[in-house]
């Protein structure tokens, strides 16, 4: 199905300058294809808000989740991939209206799916959690009593899921919804997916991340989301990336 085009806005100012959008190698959200085109949920989203802003060609930055929030702050992307909403984010960046709310869920190995029911479970067992550098998981790691130096951090998703086979470590924090489209792409019956209980971790918003220097693009953005979010189109697309109804 194709994203409507939605009623058009006013245009963007020549001061806005190329629209660049920073995302992650992160099913079902986005990830590249095999032309180098980004692909996903995040992405077609992305791409009929812009359309609905009379942009119909923007530039997509492959990157890593470290350099999301400092490419922002440095001007090399306009905007990224949408990521959990925080107080210490907002100093740094402008955050769309949300556009899903998710869960936190744990990768394990299958023989571990059993006894790593969660953080707190984690901790009590005194095993190693894996976390996506500068992704919240961490502190949420920490606030259920995970030792810090039971907590390590690598680059992207791809390690975080090495560490976790090769037992480097027992879970890896993530939302569960980065889990299951990880196993969906590359199916692997020696791990499991562990929902990490609500009163551990409740499901948080995420949104899109603009640089502080473009207030008035994203006051547009947003307008666009609000007629797309929750429509027709939005529903099928969001459900074609098996996403449950109530976490957008």
């Known amino acids: 199905m194709r994203a409507p085009e939605g009623r058009e806005l006013n245009a963007v100012t020549a001061a806005d300058g190329p629209i660049v959008f920073a995302y992650l190698d992160e099913p079902p959200f986005c990830w590249p294809a095999a032309n180098g085109a980004a692909q996903g949920c995040d992405v077609e989203l992305v791409t009929a808000a812009l359309r609905a802003l009379g942009i119909t060609a923007f530039e997509q930055r492959l990157t890593t989740f470290a350099e999301l929030l400092p490419g922002l702050a440095n001007g090399r992307w306009t905007l ?17 209206r949300p ?3 998710l869960a936190d869920g744990l990768l394990v190995r299958v023989g571990d799916r059993a006894r790593l029911t969660g953080y707190r479970a984690v901790a009590a067992a005194g095993a190693r959690l894996v976390v996506v550098g500068g992704q919240v998981q961490e502190q ?9 130096e039971r907590i ?4 992207t998703q791809e390690d975080a899921v090495a560490a976790v086979k090769n037992r480097r470590a027992d879970a890896y924090a993530s939302v569960a919804m980065a889990h299951r489209g990880y196993l969906a792409r590359q199916p692997d019956a020696e791990l499991a997916i562990v929902s990490v209980p609500a009163s551990e971790s409740a499901p948080a918003a995420g949104a899109f991340a603009f ?6 693009l994203r006051e547009r953005f947003d307008a666009a989301l609000t007629d797309l979010i929750g429509n027709d189109w939005h529903r099928a697309m969001m459900a074609r990336h098996r996403f449950p109804a109530g976490e957008y």
């Not at 990521?83 to 984010?89: D, K, N, S, Y």
């Not at 390590?152 to 680059?155: E, G, R």
């Open 80 to 96: 990224t991939t949408p990521l959990f909403v925080t107080a210490e984010r907002r100093r740094l960046v402008d955050f769309s």
């Open 211 to 216: 640089g502080k220097q473009h207030p008035a």
């Open 152 to 155: 390590f951090s690598v680059a």
């Open 140 to 148: 949420a790691g920490l606030a259920a009593g995970i030792a810090p």
């Open 99 to 101: 556009v899903w709310a």
